[in-house]
Structures are given as structure tokens and as C-alpha cells.
């Protein structure tokens, strides 16, 4: 069992960066491939990106390259997700997940087995 805690979200303007963190309990997460995927109101949950277990592999979605970088510290069982250039359509509560059955991180949100909260990102224009 893992246990996934986001942090980093807020407001932020047009433009700007944060950087969300994803901690993980569980000795086994440094063998899970983890995404990140974000939902906005009245929208379907959609993939942001991933990362394979070693963090040697990533994927992104097209609305995410060249603005955001996954990565992962296995040493402190946390994946990271810098974003930069945020856009007010970027607006929506960002989760991480993890995937135990995979090294490369899947795109569909059916393919991840642990959770977290969810931390909210707001961009104003």
C-alpha cells in the first residue's frame, strides 16, 4: 500500500511557476512508475505527465511539453512536477498517482492504482 501526499499548488499569474511535489510512504515506491494528471471544473481527468520507476523514462502530454518536467528523488520517495509558462487553462486540482504493474508511466488514469488528494493550481490572467 502507498500513501501519496501533493504539496506546491496555489495561485499563481499568468506566466509564472510552481513546482508540486508528490511524497510517497512505502518502501516500494521507488519501483512504481507515477504520473500526474489534473482535473478542471466541469472536465474530465486528464493525464499531465509520468515517469518510469527510475525516472529514466518520462511522457508528456502535448499541452505539457516544453513548459513542464517531471522528476523523480526515489532517496526521498518524491516525484516532482515543475511547471513553467503557466497558463490560466493550466487551472485545476493536480493529482499524482502511482502504478505498480508498470515501468513506463500509462497515459489512461485506469492504469494507477494509488492516489493522492489532490492540490489545487489556480492561474489568473
Known amino acids: 500500500q502507498v500513501q501519496l501526499v501533493e504539496s506546491g499548488g496555489g495561485l499563481v499569474q499568468a506566466g509564472g511557476s510552481l513546482r508540486l511535489s508528490c511524497a510517497a510512504s512505502?518502501?516500494?515506491?521507488?519501483?512504481?512508475?507515477v504520473g500526474w494528471f489534473r482535473q478542471a471544473p466541469w472536465k474530465e481527468r486528464e493525464f499531465v505527465a509520468g515517469i518510469s520507476w527510475r525516472g529514466s523514462s518520462t511522457n508528456y502530454a502535448d499541452s505539457a511539453k516544453g513548459r513542464f518536467t517531471i522528476s523523480r528523488d526515489n532517496a526521498k520517495n518524491t516525484v516532482y512536477l515543475r511547471m513553467n509558462s503557466l497558463k490560466p487553462e493550466d487551472t485545476a486540482v493536480y493529482y499524482c498517482?502511482?502504478?505498480?504493474?508498470?515501468?513506463?508511466?500509462?497515459?489512461?488514469?485506469?492504469?494507477?492504482?494509488?492516489w493522492g488528494q489532490g492540490t489545487q493550481v489556480t492561474v489568473s490572467s
Open positions: 512505502g518502501r516500494t515506491f521507488s519501483t512504481y512508475a
Open positions: 498517482a502511482a502504478d505498480p504493474g508498470s515501468y513506463y508511466p500509462g497515459r489512461a488514469a485506469d492504469e494507477y492504482a494509488f
